[in-house]
């Protein structure tokens, strides 16, 4: 079955560390790809995307993810977190062909100051 | 305002009862979604819809059922036959096709008790 699995559960950070949250996929055709964050007791928000072209896009609140076509992979990054960075992170898969709109079973992440 | 509304926030059902989950938008987006959201297992589809009058199964549709009578509405009911229907329900709209994401309003908690 087409799923979309994101490694990490639970991440705990200090502040200023880096982040990566990995994200793969099982579909092999024409894939669009994203990255949303649930703050707490907020809805969903995209913090990215990736439909074509460069496979290193960019996000808002300085953060970036890379498309790794070869190994299905879609993997969130940030240089340097901050406490505001508290929140859940999702990856989401749509399928070229379909629509169908699948997302990760999340990851939460917790920073410390 | 342009948006996804999803009604009522909060929402309490007996058992064995159905209920129905509203979600319209006025994005003149063609696809629309429903997701559930549980700790731990992320959003998982319910039903989906591309296009007026037409949706299809997503990943657990067993003891739910959707109409998209109007482009701007997908209501979703939760029958008697749902084993566990107390969760937190999304809806989402996005374009058919594009380079643009999906939006998602802000919930429906259901209660059976």
């Known amino acids: 079955a087409q799923s979309v699995s994101q490694h990490n559960h639970h991440v705990i950070l200090s502040e200023a560390a880096s982040l990566e949250l990995g994200c793969n996929y099982s579909?092999?055709?024409?894939?669009?790809l994203f990255w949303y964050v649930q703050y707490p007791g907020q809805h969903l928000q995209l913090l990215l995307k990736?439909?074509?072209?460069?496979?290193l896009v960019k996000g808002i609140k300085g953060f970036e993810a890379e498309f790794i076509k070869s190994k299905f992979s879609f993997n969130l990054r940030k240089p340097s977190v901050q406490w505001s960075d508290t929140a859940e992170y999702f990856c989401?898969?749509?399928?070229?062909?379909?629509?169908?709109?699948?997302f990760g079973q999340g990851t939460t992440l917790q920073v410390k100051p | 305002d342009g948006g996804i509304t999803q009604s009522p926030k909060y929402l309490f059902r007996k058992e064995g009862q159905n209920v129905t989950l509203s979600c319209e938008q006025n994005?003149?987006?063609?696809?629309m979604y429903w997701y559930r959201q549980d700790p731990g297992q992320g959003l998982r589809l319910i039903y989906y819809?591309?296009?007026?009058?037409?949706?299809q199964k997503g990943d657990i549709a067993e003891g739910y059922s959707v109409s998209r009578e109007k482009k701007e509405s997908f209501p979703l009911t939760v029958t008697s036959a749902q084993k566990n229907p107390t969760a937190f329900y999304l809806c989402?709209?996005?374009?058919?096709?594009?380079?643009?994401?999906?939006?998602f309003g802000q919930g429906t908690r259901l209660t059976v008790v």
């Open positions: 989402a709209s996005g374009p058919d096709r594009g380079h643009t994401e999906a939006f």
């Open positions: 579909y092999g055709g024409t894939v669009n």
């Open positions: 990736y439909f074509s072209g460069d496979p």
């Open positions: 989401a898969v749509r399928h070229g062909n379909t629509g169908k709109l699948i």
């Open positions: 994005l003149n987006h063609d696809a």
């Open positions: 819809s591309q296009i007026v009058n037409d949706f």
